[in-house]
């Protein structure tokens, strides 16, 4: 059975099939990437992908991004509630006490938003053309019943029907047992875009089953984003007195700008987050404010410190100790972060595996679970 395997991620979606990820955006150095980003266009046009990214600078509120953090949530649920203060989007509350967005395309769910990103990528795949036999579509084990079912109904309405759930962790598994020397037991370290999940998971025959499994579903690469966009709106303050907090498209281009320099601080020692690409008004020089690898982890210090009280919370649930681990493999384009890595070799006094890349594990791992 050929099964097509999607991450559905928070901050990106991607897919695999064949022992292999699949090119959704060529033209973007991650090709293997497609931004979870959906814009609807004053012309009627909806984009997604890197297309639909661009836009979050010029037109916020009909950019819809980092949906999966309220899908399958009330519109009362405090999640929902700390969204709706964080991003510069009209959340409202719709039918059945569900939140939408108001956009210029009218009142959509993050359902909807799901099924459209599921969308994109099965007609990508169809004109590639490849065949697949059943989708499988992952989730963080800290999902409950309502946002599984709503990311069933999300494939289901982008004609993936029969779409079956794998969690992450034994994506991962799978990936990490397929590819590389078998381990008894391991830890499945995973921080994406929106949550941080961590999970035991042991093999028997040759199957990995999940042991224990906690979740932190507000943590991820989002958060980090933000805390370096508040660095930065501080900085400009005391430097030009000037608060780009006050101006919602402008501190939405800043966080933009940011995630940006947060990327190139994995490869890099030093960066600079470009003003002139904030603010396009020139109301600040347009020069680049300069940070640091050094500078990122002292301000993204505490996000990194609670995911090891998840791992606490984790190994003490199933009576384990860090070094009883054979393995930790990382998963999640967050773990690329240097703080992270060095916490979680600290933690666990072993180096994360990452022979897999962590953005694609989840969905190599996705497209192997039968």
């Known amino acids: 059975m050929r099964v097509l395997g999607i991450d559905l991620g928070t901050t990106n979606t991607v897919a695999a099939l064949d022992d292999r990820t699949l090119p959704l955006s060529p033209r973007d150095g991650r090709g293997s990437s497609l931004p979870s980003v959906v814009a609807f266009l004053p012309n009627g046009v ?80 169809t004109v590639q053309p490849l065949d697949f036999d059943r989708a499988a ?36 598994a799978h990936a990490y047992g397929r590819a590389t020397n078998p381990v008894s037991r391991a830890g499945v370290y995973d921080l994406g875009g929106g949550t941080f999940d961590f999970s035991i998971v042991e093999w028997k025959g040759g199957e990995p089953e999940l042991v224990e499994s906690q979740s932190d579903l507000a ?19 005391k430097e030009w007195n000037w608060d780009l907090r006050n101006y919602s498209e402008i501190y939405a281009r800043l966080v933009a700008e940011c995630e940006q320099a947060k990327i190139r601080l994995s490869f890099f020692e030093e960066t600079v987050v470009d003003l002139s690409q904030v603010d396009t008004e020139g ?15 002292r301000i993204s210090e505490d996000l990194v410190r609670r995911t090891f009280v998840t791992c606490d919370g984790v190994l003490a649930a199933a009576g384990l100790r860090p070094g009883d681990l054979d393995a930790v493999f990382l998963a999640g384009g967050s773990t690329h972060l240097g703080k992270v890595r060095d916490g979680v070799e600290a933690y666990f006094a072993q180096p994360g595996r990452f022979e897999l890349e962590p953005t694609e594990v989840v969905a190599l791992g996705a497209s192997w679970a039968r």
């Open 219 to 237: 943590l991820g690469g989002d958060d980090i984003d933000q805390v370096l966009a508040e660095w930065a709106a501080d900085q400009v303050l």
């Open 137 to 172: 579509v992952t989730v963080p084990a800290g999902f409950g019943m309502a946002q599984r079912e709503a990311t069933l109904a999300a494939a289901e309405q982008a004609g993936l029907v029969g779409a079956r759930l794998v969690d992450e962790a034994l994506a991962t």
């Open 46 to 125: 909806t984009r997604i992908g890197l297309a639909a990214k661009r836009r979050r600078w010029i037109d916020s509120e009909n950019t819809v991004f980092s949906a999966k953090r309220i899908i399958g949530r009330r519109f009362d649920d405090a999640v929902t509630q700390a969204y709706r203060e964080r991003y510069p989007l009209q959340v409202v509350e719709g039918e059945g006490g569900v939140p939408a967005f108001e956009t210029r395309a009218g009142r959509l769910t993050a359902v909807d938003i799901a099924a459209e990103m599921l969308t994109a990528i099965r007609d990508k795949v």
């Open 283 to 297: 109301s600040v020089p347009a020069e680049g404010l300069p940070i640091s690898r050094e500078i990122l982890d």
